[in-house]
């Protein structure tokens, strides 16, 4: 089973400045999907980015980039010129290629709180 | 377009009553999943619903279930209520397994 984990539970920036948020995982197999969701206080999870692990570029939209180390199973996020907007529940989550769904597997989360 | 609509929003029940929880996908979308979020557990799968039929099963006891109808809204049911059911209820749809999942807001069951 596939498990991932997010060690910061709760992460501080300043508006304007840049955060990095940490995910790791775990998975045997080698198709596979990476997610970074974010939850506001409305509870509506909200797709922020996503990476195919075959692809060895690491996908970008807009402020927010990821760092997909594919050999150290790692999947952070980078969030540049943070605005108060931004602050929320950030989760990672995992989908196997193999499976014909979207059954998904989430980290436990990190809170991210941006200072004006 | 309207999104992902989950009713109600908000529900408490007894220990050992049942519930239904409905979810009204996107409009096209045929895929639906629904998914447990509590502050210990975390964010967990429950089920996932394509075309009326169940696609994927999470690691749940048989007191959750859940169906699909033919337009694509899906209901999930919890019986014999525990005060460990307690949580918000996501549910998400998508049109396909390579389109991305939108999720409703969620309704947060309280069982007493």
């Known amino acids: 089973a596939q498990t991932v984990t997010q060690s910061q539970p709760e992460m501080s920036v300043q508006e304007a400045e840049t955060v990095t948020l940490s995910c790791t995982y775990d998975?045997?197999?080698?198709?596979?999907?990476l997610f970074w969701y974010k939850q506001p206080p409305s509870r509506q999870m909200i797709l922020v980015i996503r990476?195919?692990?075959?692809?060895?570029q690491n996908a970008t939209e807009n402020r927010f980039s990821v760092n997909f180390q594919k050999a150290a199973k790692s999947f952070s996020l980078k969030i540049s010129d943070s605005q108060l907007g931004d602050a929320a529940m950030y989760f990672c989550a995992y989908r196997s290629a193999l499976n014909a769904g979207n059954m998904l597997t989430f980290g436990g989360g990190t809170r991210l709180m941006v200072k004006p | 377009k309207a999104g992902v609509t989950q009713t109600p929003r908000y529900l408490i029940k007894t220990r050992g009553q049942q519930v239904t929880l409905s979810c009204s996908p996107i409009?096209?979308?045929?895929?639906v999943s629904w998914y447990q979020q509590t502050p210990g557990q975390g964010l967990q799968f429950l089920f996932e619903y394509f075309s009326e039929t169940q696609r994927n099963k999470g690691n749940f006891p048989g007191r959750f279930s859940g169906r699909q109808f033919s337009n694509s809204r899906s209901e999930m049911n919890v019986s014999t209520l525990e005060l460990g059911d307690s949580a918000l209820y996501l549910c998400a749809s998508s049109l396909g397994v390579d389109s991305p999942l939108h999720f409703g807001n969620g309704t947060r069951l309280t069982v007493t």
């Open positions: 990476q195919e692990a075959y692809k060895q």
């Open positions: 998975t045997s197999e080698s198709d596979y999907y």
């Open positions: 409009s096209g979308h045929r895929s």
